[in-house]
Nanobody, 125 residues
Framework: VQLQASGGGLVQAGGSLRLSCAAS????????MGWFRQAPGKEREFVAT????????YYSDSVKGRSSISRDNAKNTVYLQMNTLKPEDTAVYYC???????????????????WGQGTQVTVSS
């Protein structure tokens, strides 16, 4: 599956952004989707994940309560709505996919087989 992330940009602290990740090449509804981020000089970290049907979501503590992951299987797209953004949210955000019938630690980047190219989010103070 090929992934294309978009929606990043420059926003002031307290603002909002919605990231999108469009998938192609495979049956989108067969995949669990995740969002990760990587700030300069830091390791890639888990942000959120959503099950193949969209029924289950899971968030990192750093974004819980401020972000919402969702998906539209008819549009082959997963979204990450981020609110009340903070300067520490500044990073390149990546979407990732892995077949839903695979088990594993979906909060670890190594579990995901497919990655998008990333979209830059910059939050100014």
């Amino acid at each position: 599956v090929q992934l294309q992330a978009s929606g990043g940009g420059l926003v002031q602290a307290g603002g909002s952004l919605r990231l999108s990740c469009a998938a192609s090449g495979r049956t989108f509804s067969d995949y669990r989707m995740g969002w990760f981020r990587q700030a300069p000089g830091k390791e890639r970290e888990f942000v959120a994940t959503i099950s193949s049907t969209g029924a289950r979501t899971y968030y990192s503590d750093s974004v819980k309560g401020r972000s919402s992951i969702s998906r539209d299987n008819a549009k082959n797209t997963v979204y990450l709505q981020m609110n009340t953004l903070k300067p520490e949210d500044t990073a390149v955000y990546y979407c990732a996919a892995q077949r839903a019938d695979y088990s594993g630690p979906y909060y670890r980047s190594s579990w995901y087989a497919h990655w998008g190219q990333g979209t830059q989010v910059t939050v100014s103070s």
